[in-house]
């Protein structure tokens, strides 16, 4: 690139080196997360006319216009640094979920606070406990600060395996974290479980609870109402959710935390960036949460579509996990991988898992009408390639 600044190779050599050296062993050996191909890359480099984006997640009618009113009307504010305490949102967020704003704590996505989690509380050699297959930074960030990582499994139905969880709680464990439902299989953890895995935990240990997908779930009847449930349990405790998916917001990068007790938020104020959150993500959360019928408008959609790509998926031959959020994971009988990089051809993109034992499963998530049609037409015709 700036070839005019060209170090020699020796110079370039001893820095390397020199860094590797330098860096922290928990940074040193980290694994970097997998972020997926964007939309530009795959349609520069195949060509292809229209991508269906299946492999975030998103929210495939995107934003309430709500929110990008907001947004042009702050626009002209953009030289004012946004406010630190995120108060208008923490306000609004109080209200909505009847927890107390100096008990809400507001991240740069979600994943912003599970980087808070980790640095406030993990020293070297704690233990974490947390899901296989599961969410990369849920196992990341707990293994950049040198803990040490007990990975869970789910049953051979792929849902929540109570009891591997109650034996690994049964050990001194310095944090728990997991996503419900989770994220990739999109199994739900019901009340009972909930309760059995919340009760089974350490009394010291920090209980984190990631709700990316609350909103798919909610009126589930067998939906864990888990402030209700945590609130009656003297253990530390956090729960995550995010403005990144039923919201649609994930490009603004905005989630919060509902926490146990004050001092917690305390806590991560002392370790995260003081301006986290900027002025165009305050403002848009706060316009997306007085459009509650956009967020219905999507689950409705979402969990409709879901439906239908799941029995074509089925019908297909292919083992699909049940799912209670905007994706689905199935196991495609082959290296996911190969086949995603063939599904790139057509326009699609997925999200290949590489966990240990899951080589061979994709999450897809729940796009609209043609983008589902796109990924499952393309996956008839690599099929039919395949058989001849
Ligand atoms: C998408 C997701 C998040 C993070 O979302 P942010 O965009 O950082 O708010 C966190 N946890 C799980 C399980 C997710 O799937």
């Given at each position: 690139m700036a070839s005019d600044l060209a170090v020699p190779d020796t110079v370039f050599d001893n820095q390397q080196q020199l860094l590797k050296k330098l860096a922290r062993?928990?940074?040193?050996s980290l694994s970097v997360y997998n972020a997926g191909l964007s939309a530009e890359a795959v349609q520069k480099k195949y060509g292809v006319a229209h991508i269906a984006k299946l492999a975030s997640n998103e929210?495939?009618?995107?934003?309430?216009?709500?929110?990008?009113?907001?947004?042009?009307?702050?626009?002209?504010?953009s030289a004012i640094y946004s406010d630190a305490s995120s108060a208008a949102l923490r306000d609004a967020l109080a209200a909505d979920t009847g927890v107390a704003a100096e008990n809400i704590v507001i991240g740069n996505g979600s994943e912003d606070i599970l980087h808070m989690l980790a640095l406030a509380f993990l020293n070297p050699g704690d233990r974490v406990v947390t899901?296989?297959?599961?969410?990369?930074?849920?196992?990341?960030?707990?293994?950049?600060?040198?803990?040490?990582?007990?990975?869970?499994?789910?049953?051979?139905?792929q849902e929540f395996d109570v009891e591997a969880w109650e034996n690994a709680l049964s050990a001194p464990a310095k944090m728990l974290i997991f996503s419900n439902p989770s994220n990739p299989v999109g199994c739900m953890l019901n009340r009972e479980g909930f309760t059995r895995i919340v009760n089974a935990a350490p009394a010291d240990c920090v209980l984190v609870i990631d709700e990316a997908y609350f909103e798919y779930c909610?009126?589930?009847?067998?939906?864990?109402?888990?402030?209700?449930?945590l609130a009656e349990q003297p253990r530390p405790w956090i729960v995550l959710r995010t403005f990144s998916k039923a919201y649609g917001l994930a490009g603004?990068?905005?989630?919060?935390?509902?926490?146990?007790?004050p001092e917690l938020v305390n806590l991560l104020d002392r370790v995260r960036t003081p301006f986290n959150i900027n002025r165009s993500a305050q403002v848009a959360a706060v316009a997306a949460l007085q459009d509650k019928q956009h967020v219905r408008d999507s689950i409705a959609l979402v969990t409709a579509l879901r439906e239908e790509m799941a029995a074509e998926l089925t019908a297909l031959g292919f083992n699909v996990a049940s799912s209670s959020a905007n994706f689905l994971f199935f196991d495609c009988g082959c290296p996911a991988t190969e086949l995603a990089q063939r599904l790139l051809a057509y326009g699609v993109i997925i999200k290949p898992w590489r966990e240990t034992g899951y080589e061979n499963w994709i999450r897809v998530s729940i796009g609209n009408e043609q983008d589902n049609r796109q990924f499952i037409d393309s996956l008839k015709r690599i099929l039919t390639e395949n058989a001849a």
């Open positions: 062993p928990g940074a040193r929210n495939p009618l995107g934003a309430s216009p709500q929110v990008v009113t907001a947004l042009a009307a702050d626009a002209c504010f899901l296989i297959p599961s969410f990369g930074l849920h196992e990341i960030f707990p293994r950049m600060m040198g803990a040490d990582v007990t990975l869970v499994g789910v049953n051979a139905r909610e009126n589930d009847p067998e939906y864990p109402d888990s402030l209700r449930v603004l990068r905005v989630g919060y935390g509902l926490a146990s007790h």
